[in-house]
């Protein structure tokens, strides 16, 4: 019989040692791959390893037809018990690659299971013999997704529809998207160079990962119309040979996104391209290229139109940039969402007599065209007429710097066109906080209740990563020290640089996080953390340290200076013209302070905030933003998040009530950044108490008692997991509320007045006293956090199916046997009322210190929407923890 060259234990090795990773560590086998391990010497072996019949008619079978399915099979075989006997049941079935990836189905009546390709369940393949065990089948469902994994190549198949848990070959994928708009969002992605094929793609067939631009569509109904527009325009133009028309790749829904892919334009977009020449003189060979580019752009879109199709969105930001090695490339015609293919007699006249209106939208009362992201500039300079103000800003720290800012809380204090920051019944505090630090005749701690109700300032700042010997804090051995005398020159710059904005606006005492809570007493900082509407509340003025990264960097140091040229008028005084500076968009809400997770509810709690930017200094309460050039601006995010009396012009602003308005803030707030994870949960509490004694309810772990439906009903909002945080010795955080996770959230769009809320959720209110401290702080130890009661049932479908309709927080490895789902609302039909789709939790029963008081205690895992045929009937009353 001849020598076995390879035995199917060693294929198998050899097949196991190509596995790569994907971005999200899930194990695959590129497609260049399957020529290298499936060819006729390692295949013979393997089947003459195995001893299976018809060898030779398996071995053809496999080279020509089944090369996934036999390694495959491989990855199931062990050495006693090889499964690749199994082509010759499958081969007498039909059955190919073309088929994966499959699912397995049971008749009920005679328990005879079946094998069916997903992409075409109306063709099984036939009933399949007593050999595949559930755990045959299992096994061939898992390893399918690692061999069967995607491949595109733009002379085939355009449109793809991938089941729940298909590993996608992407190699890296980004921390954010490059790019969002109203209808969705681009990123750039790398895929594994071997399972892509489009023109240009040969250029990078050594690399590991080519480039792609992924375009997914907003998560909205009314938006999908538009992706599936897109993708029909795309696959009528992709034979399109005119190189100034993008090229798309393919299009594809997977666990509800809905994506379309084509090469990535690293040179960006025609802005890029605009902003990239302006930075020298043009020579001849670049005006022909310009030109060539118009050239071609032009023919693109004459054949367009003598196809009969309108682009209808064509702008800068709609072409894109190829770059080549010399710095040129192609531009292309990119965007066609809403691109129009006419009926050859569907004139602009024939659809005027027929009263057909245009479907292409014009935007929306929220929407900027992307050509306006660039530099603002004021309304009066189109109207001739030049901005008044200081052309050289006073030094920091200066009198004539402190000057202004004095002029800005006395305007603030006294005019009446500042009447909205005063105290309202938004902003009723009874306490402040309990240390403080008197700035006079030097430095030191003082309680608060020690000295006469008086101002002080309170700092916003970012710590930054630093070593243990950089930081400068209350602990329990230093408070006496500190309580007699602080050494200023020991202080961070950002404290120095506090106290002498502090002394020179007047005022005698400051706050300081770190100085004033004792950093190694858990009681201590707990109190005062859920103390921070106070604190900031109260505050005479915030000073947020914009322009520091950490507390050794300052913020009163020198700032680049700022070109100016005098400009004589006969009989007149001199003009002075300057680079326009004022930016409070770039500097403030984009500075890196503004991504920390503690600086949101600040600002949100201030008063009024004095700003140190790397450019100047900006003054903002709630009659706008003030600049230290003297120019007064108006920014509609300052009646949001800066509102003195917050959250009164925030409720104005949400027409569709105030659970948007929680919505919002918290999937902005749970976006943001923070040194230590567990502090997500305590770094919001300050804005959580002003919103419930301003909705007159109760509060705790992110969850409002008035709606405590929509409030349950969050989901990740990013494609990897989120993480459950470790929390202090101590503090208990349920995981029903998003707080114990770390990542972006959201919640699920459930149209209002289209769902019915259940009685199987119990609230965790539920016997607090009204005004408890459940209302106000949010936090609990162990022994008293809050439980969610519901009523669990057991589910009756596939894990694909499960897949398919649920998204996970964390893992998705769990068996559906292992998980209840806990109904929470219900959609109502709009005629008849009954009930349709089912939204909830999927919870699993808490397996860590099970003993007698835990049984029956659940934990969420995620949530889900459901049809009734997918719940079973009946339930448990559980606790979920």
Not at 193 to 203: C, D, E, Q, V
Not at 738 to 760: C, E, H, P, Q
Request: charged share 25%.
């Amino acid at each position: 019989m001849g020598e076995i060259q390879y035995t199917c234990d060693e294929l198998g090795e050899e097949v196991d040692i190509h596995f790569e990773f994907n971005h999200e560590r899930q194990k695959f086998l590129p497609y260049n791959r399957l020529q290298e391990l499936v060819v006729h010497e390692k295949v013979n072996g393997a089947l003459r390893d195995a001893a299976v019949q018809d060898a030779p008619v398996l071995l053809d079978f496999v080279t020509r037809l089944a090369r996934k399915t036999f390694l495959i099979l491989i990855l199931m075989s062990t050495v006693k018990d090889k499964k690749i006997h199994l082509l010759r049941e499958l081969m007498a079935n039909g059955f190919t690659d073309e088929w994966l990836p499959v699912e397995f189905t049971v008749d009920r009546k005679s328990q005879q299971w079946t094998l069916s390709s997903i992409n075409s369940p109306e063709n099984p393949t036939g009933l399949l013999s007593p050999e595949w065990t559930r755990t045959v089948r299992d096994a061939f469902e898992r390893y399918q997704r690692q061999i069967a994994v995607p491949f595109f190549d733009t002379t085939a198949k355009f449109y793809f529809s991938f089941p729940p848990g298909t590993i996608m070959p992407y190699l890296k994928a980004p921390l954010k998207p490059q790019g969002r708009g109203f209808f969705g969002e681009v990123s750039c992605y790398e895929m594994h160079s071997a399972h892509i094929r489009f023109p240009g793609s040969s250029a990078n067939a050594e690399k590991p990962s080519i480039k792609l631009a992924v375009k997914k569509a907003n998560d909205n109904a009314d938006l999908a119309k538009f992706f599936r527009k897109e993708a029909e325009n795309l696959n009528a133009l992709k034979n399109n040979t005119t190189p100034n028309l993008i090229k798309p790749i393919a299009a594809y829904e997977i666990n509800g996104d809905k994506c379309l892919l084509f090469p990535w334009a690293d040179g960006g977009s025609l802005s890029n391209c605009w902003r990239c020449w302006k930075a020298g003189p043009l020579d001849p060979a670049g005006m022909e290229w310009i030109v060539n580019q118009f050239r071609g752009i032009f023919l693109a879109l004459g054949q367009l139109h003598d196809s009969n199709c309108r682009h209808g969105d064509l702008k800068p930001d709609n072409i894109l940039w190829f770059k080549d090695a010399r710095n040129k490339g192609e531009l292309q015609i990119a965007d066609l969402g809403l691109a129009t293919f006419h009926q050859l007699d569907a004139d602009t006249r024939k659809r005027e007599e027929l009263v057909i209106q245009t479907t292409t939208p014009t935007g929306t009362r929220r929407y900027q065209a992307p050509e306006t992201d660039g530099e603002q500039y004021h309304r009066s300079i189109s109207q001739g007429e030049a901005q008044e103000g200081l052309p050289m800003l006073p030094s920091q720290a200066s009198p004539e710097q402190f000057t202004i800012l004095s002029e800005w809380v006395r305007s603030c204090d006294f005019d009446a066109s500042h009447e909205v920051c005063r105290r309202s019944k938004y902003r009723d505090v009874t306490s402040s906080p309990t240390r403080l630090i008197d700035v006079r005749d030097g430095l030191r701690l003082v309680p608060s209740d020690s000295v006469p109700v008086s101002d002080y300032v309170a700092l916003s700042h970012c710590w930054g990563k630093l070593e243990e010997h950089q930081r400068f804090c209350l602990y329990k051995d230093n408070i006496s020290q500190l309580q007699r005398w602080i050494q200023f020159e020991r202080l961070p710059q950002n404290f120095k640089d506090a106290v002498t904005v502090t002394r020179g606006l007047g005022v005698r005492y400051l706050w300081i996080d770190s100085i004033c809570i004792i950093q190694d007493d858990a009681q201590d900082w707990e109190v005062e953390s859920s103390k921070m509407e106070e604190v900031f509340s109260s505050a005479y003025v915030t000073i947020s340290a914009v322009s520091a990264k950490s507390s050794l960097d300052g913020f009163l140091g020198e700032r680049p200076s700022r070109a100016c040229v005098q400009v004589q008028v006969d009989g007149k005084q001199p003009l002075y013209v300057c680079p326009a500076i004022d930016d409070f968009h770039r500097d403030v809400e984009l500075g890196e302070i503004s991504k920390r997770g503690w600086v949101f509810q600040e600002r949100a709690l201030s008063r009024r905030t004095i700003y140190y930017t790397s450019t100047q200094v900006y003054w903002e309460c709630g009659s706008g933003v003030r600049c230290e050039t003297l120019r007064c601006l108006y920014n509609s995010k300052a009646a949001f998040l800066s509102d003195a009396n917050f959250p009164h012009s925030a409720l104005n602003h949400y027409k569709d009530g105030r659970q948007m308005l929680i919505q919002d803030l918290y999937e902005r707030y749970s976006a943001l950044e923070f040194s230590y994870a567990s502090d997500r949960a305590v770094a919001i509490l300050g804005l959580q108490k002003r919103l419930a004694r301003a909705f007159e309810t109760r509060a705790t772990y992110g969850l409002f008692a008035i709606y405590l439906h929509r409030g349950l009903l969050w989901r990740r909002n990013q494609a990897e997991p989120i993480k459950s945080i470790a929390q202090p010795s101590g503090r208990h955080v349920p995981s029903w509320s998003w707080f114990s996770k770390m990542g972006a959230i959201r919640y699920m769009d459930l149209k209002f007045d289209s769902v019915k809320w259940t009685n199987d959720i119990e609230s965790p209110f539920i016997g607090e006293a009204s005004g408890g401290s459940m209302g106000y702080t949010g936090v609990r130890t162990a022994s008293g956090a809050p439980v969610v009661r519901a009523l669990a049932k057991d589910l009756k479908l596939s894990k694909a199916e499960l897949l398919k309709n649920a998204i996970f927080d964390d893992r998705n490895n769990f068996e559906v046997h292992d998980l209840l789902f806990a109904v929470i609302g219900c959609d109502k039909d709009e005629n008849s009322m009954e009930v349709r789709v089912s939204h909830g939790l999927i919870i699993r029963k808490l397996i860590e210190n099970l003993d007698e008081r835990s049984q029956g205690t659940y934990e969420r895992v995620g949530v889900a929407s459901l049809k009734p045929s997918q719940i079973m009937d009946g339930g448990s009353w559980v606790k979920v923890c």
